[in-house]
């Protein structure tokens, strides 16, 4: 077919200049055949084509120059049907050395009669010297040679037979030795626009527009390359640490371009180490030219962690935020008109419930196809009174009212009771007569609101220490109280009017939190008024005395306000605390098995608990606001926020990465939150979440707040 194909090519190129005698041969030649006997006298058969053989060059008058046939009919044709250069006209190339082929074909049925070699030359466009070339190299009608430029610009390359009258061919080029130059486009970020109490831009001057942490940047590309080779064109983030992210192809735009080229690239701000709050990643343009000269770009992106600020102006935050099935954030604040507030990740206002002084809870119910209750404990100006709250729309679902006058001044715990069988929260209630109460909520029960009180004449309910844990394990309930004036550590089994056997155990001052590890209760202990307290624990089936954690020796001479538990790397669980023995205040981590203590100093009292995160961080809150992120593993800072934030009163928590509806988004970092000088602070962290291998990675245990280790630490999938 290509034969066929090259004769038809052949006739149209001659045209009206061939005589008869070889219009006939070239005719002859196209016609097509089984066997020999079908082609006319005088031609054979060859691979499906009549062929005629050509005649010594000397047949013909005058005689056939070596680069002519001379057919049948005594006429000298080209023997050659192309003269084939590479590159071809038009062709871009490098600065060299440029390899150079040149190929004679051979027309059909013809001898190849390949001269030994080609002449070659190269001049510039304006006829200046070319530069040089290596000898011609010859393989079967194939020519080669390497040709280095003088430098950019036009060149003609002319290749020609050795003999005057033989083809010919020239062909233009362009040498391009320059890389291209990237121009990198950072867009400005789109902080948010405050409503509803609650504002989004880092409020640090500079940063204000800076983009988030968990965002993706749409980084524009645009260069002037004519010779761009559009698929090596790559862009990367560079963090705080010199790390560079995998490159990210450059998607070309479509549309309007105020460049030769223009494109974007997307990039995760969450992939790159960022060991500071807030500070600057690069982002580099990388790419090549169609010849393979490379060139690049850069710019820099302000990139804070700063997410979002709520304010409802509702009074002090102390008790911790709970997080919802869906990533809603349950807060409440505690003035004698406070509040709950519900938020939607992105810091919007769902709903809030005027419910009075919130110390109790959050605590958030099982989800129920998306449907959870909220618990609270609130008290009013003499009064208290434990809410369950709809988490469509804050409205109170169940409330119950206390017999006696008091108020709420602890945690409440969450757990299903043996005997209802239905979802129960429990606390604490103080009396102001004296007496305490074991107290609970759990809507559609036959008995929504149970009292636990002391028998008459029996050993009291001991007062909840303010601000301390309530623990809830099956049908036991622990928590850390005062019963005629001295500390204890006490537990109940929900329902009965006295401890059970082996507790109340009497404490070393007093206890301000308390975790379940194993079969063990681990305190933290801290007098407000001396340098006194510790760490301890006591075996969950209560024990006549503690056993001391911290600090070594015999004296109990530090304070040890909260704590969380994290799973170490190679040994067994690690305690997280801040304590405040006499002359120095600390963050620590005390192992549970080799006893082994590492402190690093803090420059305030860390007294609201940690939240150990994944991807190995643990994250600290002191009272003056200082919010700290370190390795777990060694508690190097990775970065912290200055100046503080405020007088911090409960514990921050901790969620996965989400968008505004709630759902789960891609990603390794997640979303702390803070609840400092009445106001809740969303930070971008590198911890997809709570650390789910940890017994007890944060205040209350889980994101829910229901103090039970029942209850799974919610991981981000």
């Known amino acids: 077919m290509k034969r066929f194909l090259w004769v038809l090519g052949l006739l149209l190129m001659l045209g009206a200049c061939i005589l008869p005698d070889e219009q006939e041969f070239l005719e002859e030649r196209a016609r097509t055949c089984g066997q020999s006997f079908t082609c006319p006298e005088g031609s054979t058969c060859e691979e499906g084509f009549c062929v005629k053989k050509e005649l010594d060059p000397s047949a013909c008058t005058p005689a056939c120059a070596p680069y002519q046939a001379c057919t049948l009919s005594r006429i000298c044709i080209p023997r050659y ?66 040709w280095t430029p003088t430098g950019e610009g036009e060149y003609l390359l002319t290749v020609t037979h050795p003999e005057a009258g033989g083809p010919s061919t020239t062909v233009r080029l362009t040498v391009d030795t320059t890389g291209p130059t990237f121009v990198v486009f950072v867009p400005p970020s789109d902080a948010g626009v405050a409503a509803g109490g609650t504002t989004y831009g880092d409020p640090v001057p500079g940063f204000a527009t800076a983009w988030r942490r968990d965002q993706v940047v749409p980084v524009e590309i645009r260069t002037n390359e004519p010779h761009l080779d559009v698929g090596t064109v790559t862009v990367a983030l560079t963090g705080t640490d010199g790390g560079t992210t995998p490159a990210v192809a450059v998607t070309p735009l479509s549309g309007v371009c105020d460049a030769g080229f223009c494109g974007v ?27 393979g000269n490379s060139g690049s770009g850069s710019e820099n ?13 509702a009074g002090a935050i102390r008790s911790g935020p709970a997080i919802g099935s869906r990533g809603t954030i349950y807060l409440g604040t505690a003035n004698l008109s406070g ?18 002084s919130v110390v109790g809870g959050p605590v958030v119910g099982a989800s129920d196809g998306g449907t959870e209750l909220v618990y609270v404990g609130a008290n ?47 606390s604490v209630y103080n009396g102001n007569s004296g007496a305490s109460l074991i107290v609970g909520i759990r809507p559609g029960a036959t008995l929504p609101c149970p009292v636990i009180e ?38 109940y089994v929900f329902g009965a009017t006295a401890p059970r056997s082996s507790w109340p155990v009497n404490a070393p001052t007093v206890t301000r939190s308390l975790v379940l590890v194993g079969s063990d209760v681990i305190a933290g202990a801290a007098s407000s008024e001396t340098v006194t307290g510790g760490l301890f624990k006591i075996p969950q089936a209560g024990a006549a005395d503690v056993t001391r954690l911290y600090p070594a020796g015999t004296s109990w001479s ?22 405040e023995p006499t002359g120095s205040i600390n963050f620590n981590r005390f192992n549970l098995t080799s006893t082994s203590l590492q402190p690093v100093s803090s420059n305030a009292a860390i007294r609201a608990a940690p939240v150990v995160g994944a991807n190995g961080n643990v994250y600290t809150a002191t009272t003056n606001g200082t919010v700290r992120a370190l390795l777990a593993d060694t508690l190097t800072q990775r970065w912290t926020i200055t100046p503080g934030l405020g007088t911090v009163e409960a514990s921050p928590t901790l969620d996965c990465p989400r968008d505004a509806s709630g759902a789960l988004v891609a990603g390794n970092h997640g979303v702390l939150y803070v609840p400092a000088g009445g106001k809740l602070y969303a930070f971008v962290v590198d911890s997809r979440g709570l650390d789910t291998s940890a017994p007890w990675p944060k205040y209350q245990h889980d994101s829910r707040n229901t103090g039970n280790p029942a209850t799974p630490i919610t991981g981000c999938p």
């Not at 992106?301 to 102006?313: H, M, Y």
């Not at 729309?393 to 006058?405: F, I, K, N, Q």
């Not at 538990?565 to 605390?577: H, I, Q, R």
């Open 265 to 291: 690239a997307q990039l995760n701000l969450w992939e790159p180490s960022f060991n500071a709050f807030r500070g600057t990643m690069s982002v580099a343009a990388q790419g090549k030219d169609t010849v």
């Open 454 to 491: 002391s028998p008459s004449g029996g050993e009291q309910i001991p007062f909840l220490i303010a601000g301390s844990s309530v623990l809830m394990r099956g049908d036991t309930i622990f928590f850390a109280g005062s019963a005629a004036g001295a500390p204890k550590v006490t537990s």
């Open 558 to 579: 530090s304070r040890v306000y909260s704590l969380a538990v994290g799973s170490a790397l190679e040994t067994p669980d690690n305690v997280f605390f801040g304590s």
């Open 81 to 146: 049907t192309a003269l084939v250069v590479t590159p071809g006209d038009g062709g871009v190339v490098g600065a060299g050395p440029v390899p150079v082929r040149a190929e004679l074909v051979v027309g059909l049925g013809f001898a190849s009669n390949f001269p030994e070699t080609l002449n070659f030359r190269v001049a510039t466009s304006d006829g200046g010297t070319g530069g040089t070339q290596t000898a011609v190299s010859k393989n079967e009608g194939v020519y080669t040679t390497e």
């Open 339 to 356: 509040k709950v507030f519900a938020l939607t990740p992105a810091g919007a206002l769902k709903w809030e419930s005027q419910v009075g």
């Open 380 to 426: 009013s100006t003499s009064d208290g009174y434990l809410y369950a709250l709809q988490s469509g729309d804050g409205g109170t679902l169940l409330r119950c009212s206390m017999p006696v006058a008091g108020a709420f001044e602890g945690a409440l715990a969450l757990g299903t009771t043996s005997t209802a069988q239905s979802e129960t929260a429990v």
């Open 301 to 313: 992106i302000d990139v804070t962690r700063w997410k979002w600020a709520f304010d409802g102006a």
